[in-house]
T-cell receptor
Framework: DQQVKQNSPSLSVQEGRISILNCDYTNSMFDYFLWYKKYPAEGPTFLISISSIKDKNEDGRFTVFLNKSAKHLSLHIVPSQPGDSAVYFCAPKKPGTYKYIFGTGTRLKVLA | DTGVSQDPRHKITKRGQNVTFRCDPISEHNRLYWYRQTLGQGPEFLTYFQNEAQLEKSRLLSDRFSAERPKGSFSTLEIQRTEQGDSAMYLC??????????????FGPGTRLTVL
């Protein structure tokens, strides 16, 4: 049951350029979406969220875009920095539950 | 308070043994989650507590798994009769509600379980 897919297992970007990480989902009932990043040997760290009533949320270098009709979510990081190198997970939630469903993650490598 | 802590960080056990993990959430957080993560996958939801009440449990959680949060503070996750397939990273997260049923989860560093 792959309700959340991150089809790019890895991505390499030059420092200073834009990183775009994508997430596709199948359940139109998801109403809240989070992005986490994870460094090795650490737990995931919250990055940014978006509610289904919005189509964009911005926080500093990070912007999340939501296209409900396409059931597609993307995270833009600009400019990318070497410290952004990590695994990124999207995690949507269904209303009426407490269950977040994580994607398989995308490993971002920002090259100096 | 520096965040969510988990103990132990690593556990190696033999198949058939019981193991127990502990999670100490951020002190003012009333919500607590357990997840399991295997190699190449994202964290997989196991169970959720609001204060001491276990409100949601994954159907993937077999009856060998049990979790408690007796006083609404720390939580324990016990796995009985461990199997090699239980080898994974077990993550705990805590949060407070932010409104409209949403929250931001803060994760601990995880307990890595290896079943031989």
């Amino acid at each position: 049951d792959q309700q959340v897919k991150q089809n790019s297992p890895s991505l390499s970007v030059q420092e200073g350029r834009i990183s775009i990480l994508n997430c596709d989902y199948t359940n139109s009932m998801f109403d809240y979406f989070l992005w986490y990043k994870k460094y090795p040997a650490e737990g995931p760290t919250f990055l940014i969220s978006i509610s289904s009533i919005k189509d964009k949320n911005e926080d500093g270098r990070f912007t999340v875009f939501l296209n409900k009709s396409a059931k597609h979510l993307s995270l833009h990081i600009v400019p990318s920095q070497p410290g952004d190198s990590a695994v990124y997970f999207c995690a949507p939630k269904k209303p009426g539950t407490y269950k977040y469903i994580f994607g398989t993650g995308t490993r971002l490598k920002v090259l100096a | 308070d520096t965040g969510v802590s988990q103990d132990p960080r690593h556990k190696i056990t033999k198949r058939g043994q019981n193991v127990t993990f502990r999670c100490d959430p951020i002190s003012e957080h009333n919500r607590l989650y357990w997840y399991r993560q295997t190699l190449g996958q994202g964290p997989e939801f196991l169970t959720y507590f609001q204060n001491e009440a276990q409100l949601e449990k994954s159907r993937l959680l077999s009856d060998r798994f049990s979790a408690e949060r007796p006083k609404g503070s720390f939580s324990t996750l016990e796995i009985q009769r461990t199997e090699q397939g239980d080898s994974a990273m077990y993550l705990c997260a805590s949060s407070v509600e932010q409104g409209a049923g949403t929250d931001t989860q803060y994760f601990g560093p995880g307990t890595r379980l290896t079943v031989l």
